[in-house]
């Protein structure tokens, strides 16, 4: 007498996995770079063959691909693209914190797919939403994979002459003048005192005042770098001492993105 069937058991979905998809530069800009420039092709291809997103804004999101699909043609019309957008409130106080959950946005990875985060400019979760993101796929068992791309941090402390060995990136300065300088003065402490460079970002319609705060604030040996437009072709990376920087006539336009570095 033969034994009585096993009944197969269904077979586990794999999980799909997230990848960390770079953007380029040059957002908000009015000349926007050459996409394969500043892009690896690995990159592009693999940003090609997604067709789950979580991002900062669906409408950027679809712009960004559309110069993607430019290049090396989309799985899929990109109208068909199922793009999720992180909350309004994820965008004015960041995720960083871990004060948002963001597991239920990665469903799609669960059953199979992989999902694309991206942010407007440069490395997601960088300077930039998506850091919940990328923690919730980490306890999901999810694999994060981080494409290679432009990251405005790294190219402006490379381009800064300042220590490479030893850095922290303060995010956004106080809007408030009093604050703000009393921020830049707190920061350059840190930097005097112990050696580490002090790298921050503004608003681009806030550059100048920034540039105006920092030259009015700083001691005059204290190392200033200003990187402007990075990767752009009219990009600019200036390093000098503020009592240097306060003989030049300088002046930082403010539509294009900046990064501030201080040090010794």
Avoid at 74 to 94: D, F, M
Avoid at 115 to 143: F, T
């Amino acid at each position: 007498m033969s034994a009585a069937a096993t009944p197969t058991q269904p077979k586990a979905t794999a999980a799909g996995k997230l990848y960390l998809v770079p953007a380029p530069l040059d957002f908000g800009c009015d000349d926007p770079a050459d996409l394969q420039d500043s892009m690896p092709r690995g990159t592009l291809k693999v940003a090609s063959q997604l067709q789950y997103w979580i991002c900062e804004n669906a409408k950027s999101a679809r712009a960004y691909l559309k110069r993607v699909n430019d290049i090396i043609p989309l799985s899929a019309a990109i109208q068909t693209l199922q793009i999720q957008e992180l909350p309004r409130e994820v965008h004015k106080k960041g995720d960083h914190g871990g004060n948002f959950d963001a597991r239920h946005l990665l469903t799609p990875a669960l059953q199979g797919k992989d999902m694309g985060l991206v942010s407007e400019a440069g490395m997601p979760a960088i300077a930039d939403p998506g850091s919940s993101v990328v923690r919730a796929a980490h306890d999901l068992g999810i694999e994060v994979i981080p494409l290679t791309g432009p990251v405005s941090l790294l190219l402006a402390l490379a381009a800064s002459g300042l220590n490479g060995q030893n850095f922290a990136f303060a995010g956004y300065l106080p809007q408030h003048p009093v604050e703000r300088s009393q921020r830049v003065k707190e920061l350059e402490s840190l930097a005097l005192k112990t050696g580490q460079t002090q790298l921050f970002i503004e608003t681009p319609y806030r550059n100048a005042a920034m540039l105006q705060t920092l030259l009015q604030t700083l001691q005059h040996n204290t190392r200033l770098a200003v990187c402007s437009g990075l990767t752009l072709s009219r990009g600019v990376c200036c390093s000098d001492s503020v009592k240097n920087w306060r003989k030049k006539a300088s002046a930082l336009d403010n539509s294009t993105p900046a990064v501030f570095a201080l040090g010794r």
